[in-house]
């Protein structure tokens, strides 16, 4: 066989290996063409062009070309029988000692694409050589460009080129690194830049520029939540995602989850809830089904425990600061709401009220008018941050679903004449809820004097916080009731004594067993307290041992006053 024959036997084989390419990208669904130059130059903007001279060039390097980048793969296989012999004429020329002439390309960010010389490429790949002398042009772009991107690479960084454009913010914030890796993002981006700059424009009365809409959005929103995002250490289980990916989720996402409570959500609460999430070390495509409004199994709202351990009962400062109150067409709505606002003006806290009803069918009930301006009337006026939301779903049901956005729970205990409906729904918030519930009775009530159950179990550190919490806060009186064992009684009043000391606290001491609900009731009396403090999650008092549960339900049934259940 001749050189020339051989040279063209060597084609076939380059073309082979294009075909096999080829067959593979169909499989796979991965691209196996070469990049156009215009197509990227124009998707990354380009800005200016020098000249950087003859350099050694890695051939992987070159991803594309200039006029011919439909006659080789991506891997520059020749992909046309019609260019046998221009191919193996170069073959023999390089063969017979003359080496491949340097050939001319254009540099883009990290990427390579011939300007003259796609043969002599072909060859070089097909060869195995690892670089090759060429005329380099370099093209300064907006957005950088690598060897290994693909197509979607390039609809990527058109996008972003565009987003770049129309809001400057790499002049702007030349520090910024806003960075998706999904196509269809940055108008996303551009999309909350546009509602920024409205309720801008809204809030402050005057028209805001553009400039000042990305700056403010740039400064005061997307860095907050990248902070929050970093807090959390969220981009540690997805090393090929982005923050500005998990920006684009916890907004587009956001207005999913807070459909479905009816209420606005905090980004820290959002962030906190997938961050805690188990699905946060799993697959990105699990990050979708944390939109929907199913309880996780971490709460995005601190516990009560957590306080406990990070602050002193006396030390200022907010320890609840969002309250849920249950309200239906059952209950007194009146009496629920002013109890709510008695409790957030201690607390500077929000309220957020759910309407629970539905229609014969079970069909959604918007919240009725006369509620919603009684809401108004008692919680706005007062100058109350609160939302109000419907829910088709019986108030039990409805406030487990959304306890875990809240800090603390007030739910009715009104004596109507449904008591297998009473104790249904108070036997699942008690089992269920982790959060503290102020079981309200038939008025509302500005606590003066409250009467603690203690037994002394571990659950009674919330408890004695509480207590210690009030006393200092609300300036509540309390009396102490000992329950458990009667040879533990002298040692449960050292504990208490022992607590509350510390923080210069003085109790009185109920001298009558307080161990079964009767007894608690009677150690009340007819004295003037107006809130009862009991602790859950175990048997409430040591006498008997049935389900606490139950022992807290014979309690709400006979009590008169309100009960604050620490969970």
């Keep these: 066989m001749n050189d020339y024959s051989s040279a063209i036997s060597d084609f076939q084989r380059a073309r082979w290996k294009g075909t096999i390419e080829l067959l593979l990208a169909r499989l796979t669904g991965r691209s196996a063409d070469l990049l156009s130059y215009e197509d990227v130059r124009k998707a990354v903007q380009a800005t200016a062009q020098s000249e950087k001279g003859l350099q050694d060039i890695p051939v992987k390097s070159i991803v594309g070309s200039m006029g011919r980048y439909n006659d080789f793969t991506h891997n520059f296989m020749p992909r046309h029988e019609s260019d046998a012999h221009r191919w193996a004429g170069v073959r023999l020329a390089a063969e017979r000692g003359q080496g491949l002439p340097p050939i001319e390309l254009y540099k883009i960010g990290e990427a390579y694409f011939v300007k003259d010389g796609n043969h002599r490429v072909s060859i070089a790949r097909d060869l195995d050589i690892p670089t090759i002398q060429a005329w380099v042009t370099e093209i300064q772009t907006r957005v950088p460009f690598t060897a290994d ?245 019986d108030w039990s049901t ?74 200092s806060q609300w300036g509540i009186e309390i009396t102490v009731g000992i329950g458990g064992e009667p040879s533990q009684r002298n040692e449960l009043i050292s504990q208490v004594e022992g607590y509350l000391s510390r923080y210069q606290i003085k109790v009185d001491f109920e001298v009558k067993h307080t161990d079964t609900p009767p007894e608690i009731l009677n150690a009340i009396g007819t004295r003037d307290f107006d809130l009862i403090i009991a602790s859950m999650r175990r048997p409430l008092w040591s006498r008997f041992r049935p389900s606490s549960h139950l022992l807290m339900l014979d309690l709400l049934q006979d009590t008169q006053i309100p009960v604050l259940i620490l969970n």
């Design 149 to 393: 991107m693909n197509a979607d690479d390039l609809v990527l960084a058109r996008q972003q080129a565009e987003f770049l454009t129309k809001t400057r913010l790499d002049k702007l914030r030349p520090e910024s690194n806003v960075r998706v890796t999904e196509p269809g993002k940055y108008p996303i981006l551009l999309d909350h830049i546009r509602t920024h700059q409205y309720f801008m424009g809204i809030d402050q009365d005057r028209e805001v520029s553009w400039e000042e809409a990305v700056t403010h959005w740039y400064d005061e929103i997307y860095l907050n939540v990248l902070e929050l995002i970093r807090q959390r250490g969220i981009l540690e289980a997805f090393p090929d995602r982005t923050e500005t990916d998990f920006y684009v989720w916890l907004a587009d996402h956001r207005q999913d989850l807070e459909s479905g409570i009816g209420w606005d959500l905090p980004t820290d609460s959002v962030v906190e809830s997938f961050a805690s999430s188990s699905a946060a070390n799993s697959v990105t495509g699990r990050i979708l089904d944390l939109a929907g409004v199913s309880q996780p199994a971490v709460s995005p709202r601190p516990s009560l425990d957590s306080a406990i351990n990070d602050r002193s009962p006396t030390q200022n400062g907010q320890l609840i600061q969002e309250i849920l109150v249950t309200l239906g067409p059952e209950i007194d709505n009146q009496t629920m709401l002013t109890q709510a606002v008695e409790i957030a003006k201690h607390e500077n806290a929000t309220v957020r009220a759910i309407y629970t009803s539905a229609d014969a069918n079970g069909n959604h009930e918007m919240v009725p008018t006369k509620v919603q301006t009684l809401f108004d009337q008692i919680v706005i006026d007062a100058e109350i941050t609160g939302r109000l939301a419907a829910d088709v779903a």
């Design 398 to 471: 409805s406030a487990l679903e959304r306890a875990r956005w809240n800090d603390f729970i007030l739910a009715p205990i009104y004596k109507d004449t449904k008591p297998k409906v009473f104790d249904e729904n108070w036997r699942n918030l008690l089992v269920y809820s982790a959060k503290p519930i102020l079981a309200v009775t038939d008025a509302p009530v500005a606590p003066k004097k409250a009467f603690l159950v203690y037994t002394g179990h571990r659950k009674d550190q919330q408890s004695l916080f509480i207590t210690a919490w009030l006393a």
